[in-house]
Nanobody, 115 residues
Framework: QVQLVESGGGLVQPGGFLRLSCAAS????????LAWYRQPPEKDRDLVAY???????NYADSVKGRFTISRDNAKNTVSLQMNNLKPEDTAIYYC?????????WGQGTQVTVSS
């Protein structure tokens, strides 16, 4: 059983930055894929970024050039650096892991971008 715990959310002004972290209970070096998703109010949950065990990375078009995903296998964490935040980035952000043939989700952390 894999547990994922997100941290780092909060309230930030437009143009500001936040760094989200996700701590995993297991050894993430064995995880095929780690990702961040987000769900704005009354909208569907969408992919923000993912990173594979081979460190292949992909981003949603809406965050390219502003967000950076990274993984630290030694610390068993995956992070999302978010710069130049916009009001439309407001959402609950979820950590996701694909391990073997099973998917796991964190409980989510709220990010609110507002002046």
């Amino acid at each position: 059983q894999v547990q994922l715990v997100e941290s780092g959310g909060g309230l930030v002004q437009p143009g500001g930055f936040l760094r989200l972290s996700c701590a995993a209970s297991g050894r993430i070096s064995t995880y095929s894929l780690l990702a961040w998703y987000r769900q704005p109010p009354e909208k569907d949950r969408d992919l923000v970024a993912y990173i594979t065990s081979g460190r292949n990375i992909n981003y949603a078009d809406s965050v390219k050039g502003r967000f950076t995903i990274s993984r630290d296998n030694a610390k068993n964490t995956v992070s999302l650096q978010m710069n130049n935040l916009k009001p439309e980035d407001t959402a609950i952000y979820y950590c996701y892991a694909f391990v073997g043939s099973t998917t796991y989700w964190g409980q989510g952390t709220q990010v609110t971008v507002s002046s």
